[in-house]
Structures are given as structure tokens and as C-alpha cells.
Nanobody, 119 residues
Framework: QVQLVESGGGSVRIGDSLSLSCVVNGTFDRIGEMAWYRQAPGKSRELVAQLNSDGSSLYASSVEDRCVISADSARTTVHLALNNLKPEDTAVYYC?????????????WGQGLQITVSS
């Protein structure tokens, strides 16, 4: 089975920079799309950044000018850098990857990390 383990973050201040990592463990044929989501209290989970198999990226409008998603060449680790943190960045952050088999595609999720941006 594929398991995702997130690390980094914690309590940060407004204007700080955030760096999160997500390691893809287990056996798999191929990892395709890699992404970071977040969910703030009382709100639905939203996509923050996505890294596609062709190397292209997309970002939510709220973070586009402050965010970078990246991965290692083997696509076993995905990173999220978020700069100039704002109070509205407070949320639980989840990494997600799509695992492709011969005739299957399955999404996997990390355990979630609470990020609290304080003044």
C-alpha cells in the first residue's frame, strides 16, 4: 500500500514562510498528479497547489504569488513552500497523490498538518 507522511510546519507568524514535505512510502507503479490541499475551520477542503506529471503547476488564486510546489525526480517527495503567511492561511494541510497501476488510478492522502498563523 501507498502511505503519505507529512512533516514540517506548526505555529508560524504573519509574514513568515512555511515549508512542508510529504514522503510517498510503500510500493507503487507510478505516481502521477501530486497536490496540496487545505481545510480551514468551517470551510470545505480546497486545492492549494497541484503538480502535474508533465511538470506543469497550478495554484489557487489566493496563494499564486506566494506559493511553490515541487517534487524530487523520482516523485517520492512533494514539497510546498508558502511565503508571506496570512491569517487566512490557517488550516489543516493535506498532501495528495494519484497512484497509477496498469488499469487503475487511486488517490492517497497524508495525515494532515495543522498550520496556525498567529500575529
Amino acid at each position: 500500500q501507498v502511505q503519505l507522511v507529512e512533516s514540517g510546519g506548526g505555529s508560524v507568524r504573519i509574514g513568515d514562510s512555511l515549508s512542508l514535505s510529504c514522503v510517498v512510502n510503500g510500493t507503487f507503479d507510478r505516481i502521477g498528479e501530486m497536490a496540496w490541499y487545505r481545510q480551514a475551520p468551517g470551510k470545505s477542503r480546497e486545492l492549494v497547489a497541484q503538480l502535474n506529471s508533465d511538470g506543469s503547476s497550478l495554484y489557487a488564486s489566493s496563494v499564486e504569488d506566494r506559493c511553490v510546489i515541487s517534487a524530487d525526480s523520482a516523485r517520492t517527495t512533494v514539497h510546498l513552500a508558502l511565503n508571506n503567511l496570512k491569517p487566512e492561511d490557517t488550516a489543516v494541510y493535506y498532501c495528495s497523490v494519484v497512484e497509477y497501476g496498469l488499469n487503475s488510478a487511486n488517490a492517497h492522502w497524508g495525515q494532515g498538518l495543522q498550520i496556525t498563523v498567529s500575529s
